[in-house]
Structures are given as structure tokens and as C-alpha cells.
């Protein structure tokens, strides 16, 4: 089975940068779009960033200008880089993909089991 682990949350000051991983591992075909969420407490989980097998993105406009997300296809791996940190961007953030896994032959949307950013004033 196909598995998404995130990486890279953890504490920072205002102002300051983390970069967040997320690894697809197993019988993986191929991974079309991506995209990163988050909830924050009390929140419903929100759309972040999304980017798609041809490296279009698109952003939540609160984040916009501040972090940027990629990915490279040939280690199934996708990053969000998060500058200029703000303390209404603490939230647990979750990897999404839709993943064709093979062996069997599968098509879904797997999500990850989040990782914590809190950022603090």
C-alpha cells in the first residue's frame, strides 16, 4: 500500500522559515496533483497549496507570497517551504495526493497523518 509521511513541522518565532516534506512510498504508478492542508484548532482543515504532475500551483491567498510548493516526481516527494511565519499558521499540516498505486491497481486520494507547526509571537 501506498503511504504518504509528513516531515519538517516543529516550533519557530514569527518571522522565521520551516520546510515541510512529504514522501510517497510504495507500489506507486504514478502521483498526479498534490496539495498541502492544515487545521488549526477549532478550524476546519483548509487547502493550502496545491500543484499538479506539471508543477502548476496554486495557493490560499493567506499564504500567498510567503510559501512556496513543489515537488519532485522522481523521489514522489513534495515540499512547502514556509517563509515569514506568522502565528495564525500553527496548525497541524497534512500531505494529500492522488496516487495510482499497482499491485493491485489502484486510484485514490491519500492523505498523510499531518505534521505540527507552531508558531509562536
Known amino acids: 500500500q501506498v503511504q504518504l509521511v509528513e516531515s519538517g513541522g516543529g516550533l519557530v518565532q514569527a518571522g522565521g522559515s520551516l520546510r515541510l516534506s512529504c514522501v510517497a512510498s510504495g507500489s506507486i504508478f504514478s502521483i498526479n496533483g498534490m496539495g498541502w492542508y492544515r487545521q488549526a484548532p477549532g478550524k476546519q482543515r483548509e487547502l493550502v497549496a496545491l500543484?499538479?504532475?506539471?508543477?502548476?500551483?496554486n495557493y490560499a491567498d493567506s499564504v500567498k507570497g510567503r510559501f512556496t510548493i513543489s515537488r519532485d516526481n522522481a523521489k514522489n516527494t513534495m515540499f512547502l517551504q514556509m517563509n515569514s511565519l506568522k502565528p495564525e499558521d500553527t496548525a497541524v499540516y497534512y500531505c494529500?495526493?492522488?496516487?495510482?498505486?499497482?499491485?493491485?491497481?489502484?486510484?485514490?486520494?491519500?492523505w498523510g497523518q499531518g505534521t505540527l507547526v507552531f508558531v509562536s509571537s
Open positions: 494529500r495526493a492522488e496516487v495510482t498505486a499497482r499491485d493491485p491497481w489502484r486510484y485514490s486520494e491519500l
Open positions: 500543484i499538479t504532475s506539471s508543477g502548476s500551483t
